[in-house]
């Protein structure tokens, strides 16, 4: 290697150790005050996939794996199999989660994905301030339905992009005249993402041994360009803003496996535009390949979970996950399933 390659990775070097350290040094430090709500994709933002909520959402710098695509589109490349993975999110106040996707390695260290992601609530009654039944009900259903691919470029770097489009329905209807309101709306966003493999800066071998293995750190960008333009059958009385503008969502992760690889631990640091840093960590434990506990807190909200692994022979496997994260603003807890079928 000639001497403008050695200082390039010399330098690299250096960047990793100041990201790490401010990683560690920042978190204690976030408030962990914020929440979610109040804007535009909102609720896409909660998990849907048991094993990064087990986690405390701490999943920027793994993405390993089908679920990697809703957390950093980079990851996804990691994925050794051909996957198909549904999950489900059980909530109250009759509401629902849940996604479909298939996941397909490609040539040159490459892999892409295809999902669909959907949120939605029952049926809910409008009553005026004396609680009297207008016998009016609305509701509202919202869809993602993505293409992502991801490549390695290098050794050491994963590039990612997921191409989002969204579509949000829903309104209100009388129960004696049908529809009275409908309001529907679509978007394209994109979300980017970059997976740096740390180990591979060293020279191969150097990092075994060492207390700590297989260092990940990661970074997104989501809802570039993501609005929604609202139309509606024009009903007297309707009132709606006439756009959403999804907000711009940074986020940093910072992975690393210990204890002979058993152990994995993950941080992430998330900022929503307009709102507080987000603070997130989490850890699972493996045994014998299999078994897996997790742990982990979302901004403050803890979470748990565990999964097992199936061997079903000639390279088939089939994953089970559970997630219980508990509850953010007394609305109650959420469980979480999922299911990965490798093959």
Do not use: C
């Amino acid at each position: 290697m000639g001497k403008t390659g050695y200082n390039a990775i010399e330098k690299m070097k250096k960047i990793i150790i100041y990201i790490s350290a401010a990683a560690f040094l920042i978190t204690p430090f976030v408030s962990a005050e914020s929440e979610y709500g109040g804007y535009a994709g909102a609720h896409m933002k909660l998990s849907v996939e048991a094993r990064p909520t087990a986690m405390g959402g701490a999943y920027i710098g793994i993405s390993d794996d089908a679920a990697g695509q809703l957390y950093n589109p980079a990851g996804v490349v990691g994925a050794a199999e051909r996957t198909f993975s549904s999950a489900y999110r059980a909530m109250t106040l009759d509401r629902s989660m849940g996604y479909i996707s298939f996941l397909m390695p490609t040539r040159k260290e490459s892999a892409l994905r295809i999902s669909w992601q959907f949120v939605g609530s029952g049926s809910v009654d409008i009553r005026n301030r004396n609680g009297r039944n207008m016998g009016i009900s609305m509701s509202s259903n919202e869809h993602i339905f993505a293409i992502t691919f991801a490549k390695q470029f290098l050794p050491f770097l994963g590039l990612g992009t997921k191409l989002n489009y969204y579509l949000k329905g829903g309104g209100t209807v009388n129960f004696d005249e049908g529809v009275l309101n409908s309001l529907n709306s679509t978007s394209i966003g994109i979300n980017l993402g970059a997976l740096l493999y740390v180990d591979s800066l060293f020279e191969y071998g150097t990092m075994e041994g060492r207390l700590i293995n297989d260092i990940k750190i990661g970074l997104v960008v989501e809802n570039l360009a993501a609005r929604y333009n609202w139309s509606s059958n024009d009903n007297v009385g309707l009132v709606a803003a006439p756009e959403d503008v999804f907000p711009i969502i940074a986020g940093a992760g910072l992975s690393f496996r210990t204890f002979q690889r058993n152990l994995l631990v993950a941080f992430d640091l998330e900022k929503v535009e307009k709102r507080d840093v987000q603070v997130k960590f989490g850890g699972e434990y493996k045994y014998d390949n299999r078994f897996a506990l997790r742990t982990g807190f979302d901004d403050g909200i803890f979470t748990a979970g565990l999964g097992y692994k199936f061997d079903l022979g000639e390279n088939n496997f089939l994953e089970f996950d559970y997630a219980f994260s508990s509850s953010r603003v007394d609305e109650g807890d959420d469980h979480l399933f999922g299911f990965h079928y490798r093959f």
